[in-house]
């Protein structure tokens, strides 16, 4: 597997999809697919699928295509899913508590460590089979457990003290469904934002239009 | 507010954004702000914001930037935040939960009119302040109450089957947070995905990149 330069943010924002299809193809015993016939299960061109792999040193075999089990491996490898991650959640409330029962963490090589929440009433109870912490605690928990991967589902609010408590604490990524901006805070870490509201309004603009 | 041609997807999906920033600054008093000092505080360049903003027609003051309060008016106005848009929420469970008890909805313009789920032991259970309904009961509910958006918390499989089930009851616009292909079923649909999964994967990528 070469990587001749940093491939673009959105060949990157493509791979997980790649990853998903050769899965799932690979789940229902298909040994190999050419560009051309995945062009068409996944509704991108062929060239553009040939072309995003070529940056990440795929290689598909002239006449039969992609090595389906191969495929799957080489982007799960590029993705590094088989790569042991710590992370620790913040924020058990509804969002919180969906995310962390509902996320497939291993099967992408996250490890739930920790789970915290700023209410007492919370603090003891289990979710995921973990109890959950006291904010306060969070501190000497990074100190002697080194989580590398923050989950901030708290309000936009106590987003950035908490990720800059974190970052104090050696996290260096962050899966931000707040509206604080980390990365401000945070200089050298990898924030990851999702944001269900922007997403709701889009929904809302795009809608409209179409009617 | 004039728009000369429809706007770009990466200029929309900047639009919300903008909308967060605005309503926030009016709630802190703020009166007027240069695309300069909004430039600062949103990361973005003058330029870029003037430009996107040109594209919806929205105006600064030669001396004194923008008008806060119009212009979040504008923007939620453009986002069609006041137009009032029936959903419904399929699947109630972790994540399907979470959504309806999370979001602001009706501060977007949404209302949630039906909760429906596939499990019998959910049916008739109070969600939101809704009684969840049986999947059964989608296709006549979508007839007698017209929703327009639905929101599909449900697994990638049974995705397809319903959404088509609510295309023809009338839905044309898909909150989607299955894997499931949607307007592969629904062309003319509206769809907005959410992939949680996949954002976990970027994030896992992008941390390796950066260690």
Redesign the interface.
């Known amino acids: 597997m070469t990587e001749p330069t940093?491939p673009a943010l959105p060949v990157?924002?493509r791979?997980?999809?790649y990853?998903?299809f050769f899965s799932e193809l690979k789940k229902n015993g298909v040994k190999n697919i050419s560009s051309r016939a995945l062009s068409e299960l996944m509704?991108l061109t062929a060239s553009q699928i040939r072309q995003d792999f070529s940056v990440f040193g795929i290689k598909g075999q002239q006449g039969c295509g992609y090595d389906v089990t191969e495929t799957a491996a080489e982007l799960g490898g590029?993705?590094?899913?088989d790569?042991r991650?710590k992370a620790v959640l913040i924020g058990a409330?509804?969002?919180g508590?969906?995310?962390s029962?509902?996320?497939?963490?291993e099967g992408?090589?996250?490890e739930l460590i920790g789970i915290f929440d700023s209410d007492p009433a919370l603090t003891g109870t289990v979710l995921r089979g973990l109890n959950i912490m006291s904010e306060s605690e969070l501190a000497a928990f990074c100190l002697a457990n080194k989580p590398?991967?923050a989950i901030l589902c708290v309000p936009t609010e106590p987003a950035p003290e908490l990720a800059r408590l974190l970052y104090d604490g050696g996290v260096?990524?962050f899966?931000n469904f707040s509206?604080a901006?980390i990365?401000?805070v945070c200089p050298?870490?990898?924030v990851?934002n999702?944001?269900?509201?922007?997403?709701?309004?889009?929904?809302?603009?795009?809608?409209?239009?179409?009617?």
Chains 1, 2 share one sequence.
């Open positions: 940093a990157v924002r791979l997980p999809r990853y998903r509704g590029i993705l590094r899913l790569r991650k409330g509804n969002l508590r969906a995310i029962e509902h996320m497939d963490f992408k090589g996250y590398e991967i260096r990524a899966w509206h901006n990365a401000a050298d870490a990898v990851e999702v944001h269900l509201s922007d997403s709701l309004m889009i929904l809302s603009y795009l809608y409209d239009k179409n009617c």
